[in-house]
């Protein structure tokens, strides 16, 4: 019993000790009353990184509509997160305000001054290149960033069935930002559009969400909504959880596949999103490929492998 009880305390140990450290930066959009449903995405991937022992959530900042999220981000923290304290901070309201520091900004860089730590970076990329364009001391504190963006050469974002091509938001949002980042020394690696297609929520997906819940009620209601956009313009009635791979390939990464250390590039081509970007002719597209002779290489989720979808939806029921 002994050599038993000595073997479990050996691997806890291990286990905390192999615990990453992480900044949720976001731009969580679910359940705003607006004209139109916003994703749900941000919401569903920070219900998930809370209930992955892999990680340690040491702060979370927001990206636009910064006052409606900050109500919601502590609302789900209250549902679902038992532990520490995670304090929340408002970044960027715009994102369009590269180089001023915010709220965020600046508890990151306290953050970082005290330890390493990995960035999730699931919206534009403002708060996260004002601290490196402001505080360069602070870069070596970075493990990596995990960014929800960028694609391969001729990849169209076309969720559901072709009906509608979508642009790349985190990217063309604020590619000034976006530049920052790249040309900084700190290691990168996409998960976007291209390895979260191959994952999708839909109602039947959802049922084990309890109704008499507070918080599973709520997260089944909001989700309702941007379940019949996505019906409407792409027609499959669900969603894809674009941001979880981002988080995905910290916390599973053995459930994805790969380009590492692929070149990348930003090229200015034909606009193949014009039914939603009608005044836009041609634009940035942030693409990799080995072809590329750029000097920065990043490493690129391509694919969601069978199973990841399953560890998401494990973790959405506050009973889980």
């Not at 979260?196 to 507070?214: H, R, V």
Request: hydrophobic share 40%.
């Amino acid at each position: 019993m002994k050599i038993k009880t000595l073997l479990f305390m050996v691997l806890l140990t291990g286990s905390l000790q192999a615990q990453t450290k992480v900044w949720f930066d976001t731009d969580l959009m679910i359940g705003m009353p607006d004209k139109t449903p916003r994703e749900v995405d941000d919401g569903i991937t920070l219900i998930m990184a809370l209930k992955q022992p892999q990680i340690e959530i040491v702060g979370i900042s927001s990206i636009t509509y910064v006052d409606y999220s900050y109500d919601v981000i502590n609302k789900i923290l209250k549902w679902h997160h038992k532990g520490t304290v995670i304090p929340v901070y408002k970044g960027s309201p715009n994102a369009d305000d590269l180089g001023v520091e915010n709220d965020g900004t600046r508890a990151l860089y306290q953050a970082l001054k005290k330890e390493k730590l990995t960035i999730l970076a699931l919206g534009p990329m403002t708060n996260i290149a004002t601290l490196i364009q402001n505080h360069p001391d602070i870069i070596p504190q970075i493990e990596k960033i995990s960014i929800c963006a960028a694609r391969t050469p001729g990849l169209l974002f076309n969720p559901g069935n072709g009906k509608l091509n979508v642009f790349d938001y985190n990217y063309e949002f604020d590619y000034k930002s976006m530049d920052v980042v790249l040309h900084s020394s700190i290691p990168l690696v996409f998960a976007g559009y291209e390895p979260s297609s191959y994952t999708f929520i839909g109602n039947i997906d959802l049922a084990s969400l309890d109704q008499n819940e507070e918080a599973d009620k709520w997260l089944f209601d909001v989700v309702q909504p941007w379940m019949e956009k996505n019906e409407k313009y792409f027609g499959v009635r669900g969603f894809i959880p674009f941001d979880c791979s981002t988080l995905g390939v910290i916390t599973h990464p053995e459930y994805f596949t790969y380009y590492k250390d692929i070149p990348i590039k930003v090229n200015y081509k034909k606009n193949d999103a014009i039914k939603v970007q009608p005044t836009v002719l041609y634009k940035n597209f942030l693409e990799v490929s080995y072809k590329f002779k750029s000097k920065k290489k990043v490493d690129y989720a391509i694919r969601a492998l069978q199973g990841f979808e399953e560890k998401i939806l494990e973790t959405l029921s506050v009973k889980n």
